[in-house]
């Protein structure tokens, strides 16, 4: 892996682990504004681990994926966003939240090969769920264009971890690495799933 990209990765892993245990969705007391943006998606496990998942199978499709799938992610979740600060209503956010995780941990894990398009729209489809969980918790005294553009550039943030975690796979040591971070990010997203389906009955 090179140098350069090692301090970025190693930052993301120690907000993470720094940032409060909870789901970004059920946060509170969120002051507002760019910083809290910012630490928004880190701060919630769920919504990291898919957004790192993007990134990671972004780099297994290869060009163009690797680049326009993380721009996609957070191009859409901008507009999920809007919906959620309108309140549009979405069925199911949370479940599909989860879900996401779930999916692409394991497209991940089992390297799965789709057209370009057909990943792009999948991705596009969870970034609507993501960025609508983000929205309906802008908190009041937010200012919501630093507050989108503090979510959006943290999303940015943890793709490009997921798109060096994903350069590993040029060795076959890397590889297995990398699909073993699928298997727990789909795990985790299992967890996820069933926490959200219990909270929805």
């Given at each position: 892996?090179?140098?350069?990209?090692?301090?970025?990765?190693?930052?993301?892993?120690?907000?993470?682990?720094?940032?409060?245990?909870?789901?970004?969705?059920?946060?509170?007391?969120?002051?507002?504004?760019?910083?809290?943006?910012?630490?928004?998606?880190?701060?919630?496990?769920?919504?990291?681990?898919?957004?790192?998942?993007?990134?990671?199978?972004?780099?297994?499709?290869?060009?163009?994926?690797?680049?326009?799938?993380p721009i996609t992610f957070p191009l859409v979740m901008a507009f999920g966003g809007v919906l959620g600060v309108l309140r549009v209503?979405?069925?199911?956010?949370?479940?599909?939240?989860?879900?996401?995780?779930?999916?692409?941990?394991?497209?991940?894990?089992?390297?799965?090969?789709?057209?370009?398009?057909?990943?792009?729209?999948?991705?596009?489809?969870?970034a609507v769920f993501h960025g609508h969980a983000h929205g309906a918790e802008l908190p009041s005294a937010a200012n919501p264009l630093?507050?989108?553009?503090?979510?959006?550039?943290?999303?940015?943030?943890?793709?490009?971890?997921?798109?060096?975690?994903?350069?590993?796979?040029?060795?076959?040591?890397?590889?297995?690495?990398?699909?073993?971070?699928?298997?727990?990010?789909?795990?985790?997203?299992?967890?996820?799933?069933?926490?959200?389906?219990e909270g929805a009955t």
């Open positions: 892996m090179p140098r350069c990209r090692l301090p970025l990765l190693w930052a993301l892993i120690a907000v993470f682990f720094l940032a409060q245990p909870a789901f970004a969705h059920e946060q509170s007391g969120v002051s507002g504004g760019l910083i809290s943006g910012l630490l928004h998606p880190l701060t919630g496990a769920d919504h990291l681990i898919a957004m790192v998942a993007v990134g990671i199978w972004g780099a297994q499709l290869g060009a163009p994926a690797i680049w326009v799938l209503p979405l069925p199911m956010p949370e479940v599909a939240v989860a879900l996401s995780a779930l999916v692409l941990g394991a497209a991940v894990a089992i390297r799965l090969r789709v057209p370009f398009a057909a990943a792009a729209v999948l991705v596009g489809l969870f630093a507050y989108g553009v503090g979510f959006v550039a943290a999303t940015g943030l943890l793709h490009l971890c997921g798109i060096t975690i994903g350069t590993l796979s040029r060795w076959p040591a890397g590889e297995r690495l990398i699909q073993g971070f699928g298997v727990a990010i789909a795990a985790l997203g299992c967890y996820f799933l069933a926490l959200s389906l």
